[in-house]
């Protein structure tokens, strides 16, 4: 794997992961350089991104996921280098939607990954359908005919997972279930998911599917928190403490569903990057005090906040930097003390009772 890191004894990230996830999780290939270098204390490490089980499920995947929403915004020659940059990261994971750039986006991937059997079995695709224009739609027929359009824009035969959008409020979960079981008879859809859903939501499909709802992917960022503020303000009469969600982010740990944030780096719906933004100076201040102290980027803290939370989140990052890209996956990489993630979560304006 790419990045190479000195290992030295003042490494903490790397032990905390290790004793925390295990070594299933996180691996480490230490190995000694042809020439030693000067201190006994260093040896060269490499290390592969750290990976979660998705869900209940076997599928091992990285902690970054790649959101492909905005590559229809570079060229051919950029996508190209844009997928290679994230596979020499590790990050093997993307993430589509049907109707990311009226399809486009899926199309422009496919083109610059240069799909084929071989490229095919070393990532792991995931997309998504529900969503049309004025309407959303979780029919049967939808589904379906979603998904074969899907494949023949990414030119594989398979979705390792799709995802049910957005709640659509006329669903049959009778009829999602069929859709699911042809699905995956046919070999189409290898595991199932939902987004921006609601427990009682799930709770539905659940009775009717039988398939395992592996990841549900919802709106979360620093700025963006209300699924855990609401944990931490219980019953207080502040803005706080109001529960948008249902507790999905408990009900989602319960049921071994992963959260897969989406808009990692946005504050509001699509407003802006809250990075470097003067709307949030006291939270830039804090991100980039802690940035300096790990020498990594405050992109890089903004996505170690994220995966610091025990819920072992994968969040969608939407970057069509290269470097930003890296930035991101390094924090893969971090493990933020208690109270630097606390500390980031208050200066972002949100309150402890
Ligand atoms: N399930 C859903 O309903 C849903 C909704 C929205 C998105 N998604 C998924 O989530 C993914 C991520 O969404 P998103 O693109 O809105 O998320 P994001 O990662 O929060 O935002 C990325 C955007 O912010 C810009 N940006 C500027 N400064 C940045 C910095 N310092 N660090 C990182 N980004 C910076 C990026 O520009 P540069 O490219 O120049 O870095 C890019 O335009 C999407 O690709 C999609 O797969 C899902």
């Given at each position: 794997m790419k990045a190479s890191i000195l290992l030295c004894h003042n490494n903490k990230g790397i032990h905390r992961f290790a004793q925390r996830f295990g070594v299933t999780a996180y691996i480490l290939h230490i190995f000694f350089p042809a020439k030693p270098v000067a201190s006994n204390l260093t040896k060269e490490v490499t290390f592969i991104m750290r990976t979660i089980k998705l869900g209940t499920s076997t599928l091992e995947v990285p902690v970054i996921a790649v959101g492909c929403m905005r590559i229809n915004s570079l060229s051919k020659s950029e996508a190209e280098r844009f997928v290679r940059t994230a596979l020499d990261e590790g990050a093997n994971f993307f993430d589509h939607a049907d109707i990311y750039g009226g399809g486009a986006c899926e199309e422009i991937f496919a083109d610059a990954i240069q799909m084929n059997d071989d490229v095919r079995e070393k990532i792991i695709l995931q997309s998504k359908c529900g969503i049309r224009k004025g309407s959303f739609d979780f029919s049967k027929e939808h589904i379906l005919a979603s998904v074969d359009?899907?494949?023949?824009?990414?030119?594989?035969?398979?979705?390792?997972?799709?995802?049910?959008?957005?709640?659509?409020?006329?669903?049959?979960?009778?009829?999602?279930?069929?859709?699911?079981?042809?699905?995956q008879s046919s070999g189409k859809v290898r595991h199932f998911g939902v987004s921006n859903q609601k427990p009682m939501q799930i709770e539905l499909l659940r009775k009717y599917v039988k398939q395992p709802i592996v990841a549900n992917q919802l709106q979360l960022s620093i700025t963006n928190a209300t699924m855990i503020s609401n944990g931490i303000n219980v019953n207080m009469e502040n803005d706080s403490a109001i529960d948008r969600d249902g507790s999905i982010l408990d009900y989602c740990r319960l049921h071994d569903i992963t959260i897969q944030p989406w808009s990692p780096f946005q504050y509001g719906f699509f407003e802006g990057v809250f990075l470097g933004n003067d709307k949030f100076p006291e939270l830039n201040q804090k991100i980039d005090e802690i940035a300096a102290k790990y020498n990594v980027t405050n992109t890089t803290i903004a996505i170690a906040w994220l995966l610091r939370h025990p819920a072992r989140m994968q969040p969608v990052i939407g970057t069509m930097n290269i470097e930003r890209l890296k930035d991101c996956c390094k924090a893969s990489d971090i493990y933020l003390t208690r109270e630097e993630w606390y500390e980031i979560y208050r200066a972002a304006g949100n309150v402890l009772p």
């Open positions: 359009g899907i494949l023949k824009r990414l030119k594989t035969d398979y979705l390792d997972v799709l995802l049910l959008h957005r709640p659509d409020a006329l669903v049959e979960p009778e009829e999602v279930a069929e859709a699911f079981d042809t699905l």
